[in-house]
T-cell receptor
Framework: AQSVTQLDSHVSVSEGTPVLLRCNYS??????LFWYVQHPNKGLQLLLK??????LVKGINGFEAEFKKSETSFHLTKPSAHMSDAAEYFC???????????FGAGTRLFVKA | EAQVTQNPRYLITVTGKKLTVTCSQN?????MSWYRQDPGLGLRQIYY???????DKGDVPEGYKVSRKEKRNFPLILESPSPNQTSLYFC???????????????FGEGSRLTVL
């Protein structure tokens, strides 16, 4: 069965320090992988997506993620956190041959001044 | 402006009283989907639709119905709501159906439903 695991429910960083949000997936098929961000009381917005092109994917607001097939991981990183990055982040998988989407449980990012 | 519109945004109702949450998109997307968001569980897919008159169950379809009579609309129907359906609901649509699944999902602002 397909699944997505976000390894941290909460991550806290100081402003200006790197961000790492971890995501692992299980898959019997070739997946499309996404990261979405949700700010308080808002809908979700796409940060970036992987669809079998380059394994290092660049997204909006300085975020990027690397697809590692051998580790079945798709971790999200940013070199320097900003206060406006405080939000909840979701790793999402969509699978070949079907159109279900599976969300991770989410990681809430806190950014300290 | 490209958008996904849900109504109502907030609703308090009582057990057993049928309700419908509407979802409309103006982007001519073929794919539409409903999710519920609960603390610690992320978003779980309720139903999705790949085109007009084509719908399929997601992971948590029990207690819900959908219909897709027009491309732009995808209402979510709770025939007999129960307290365990208290949740935050999101509708989403996608402009791309490919051999590797959906493209980017565009989300509505959410509908917060409370069933007493």
């Amino acid at each position: 069965a397909q699944s997505v695991t976000q390894l941290d429910s909460h991550v806290s960083v100081s402003e200006g320090t790197p961000v790492l949000l971890r995501c692992n997936y299980s898959s019997s098929y070739s997946p499309s992988l996404f990261w979405y961000v949700q700010h308080p009381n808002k809908g979700l917005q796409l940060l970036l997506k992987y669809t079998s092109a380059a394994t290092l994917v660049k997204g909006i607001n300085g975020f990027e993620a690397e697809f590692k097939k051998s580790e079945t991981s798709f971790h999200l990183t940013k070199p320097s956190a900003h206060m406006s990055d405080a939000a909840e982040y979701f790793c999402v998988v969509s699978y070949t041959g079907g159109f279900k989407t599976i969300f991770g449980a989410g990681t809430r990012l806190f950014v300290k001044a | 402006e490209a958008q996904v519109t849900q109504n109502p945004r907030y609703l308090i109702t009582v057990t057993g009283k049928k309700l419908t949450v509407t979802c409309s998109q103006n982007m001519n997307h073929e794919y539409m989907s409903w999710y519920r968001q609960d603390p610690g569980l992320g978003l779980r897919q309720i139903y999705y639709s790949m085109n007009v008159e084509v719908t399929d169950k997601g992971d948590v379809p029990e207690g819900y119905k959908v219909s897709r009579k027009e491309k732009r609309n995808f209402p979510l129907i709770l025939e007999s709501p129960s307290p365990n359906q208290t949740s935050l609901y999101f509708c989403a649509s996608s402009h791309q159906l490919t051999s590797i699944g959906t493209g980017e999902l565009f989300f509505g602002e959410g509908s917060r439903l409370t069933v007493l």
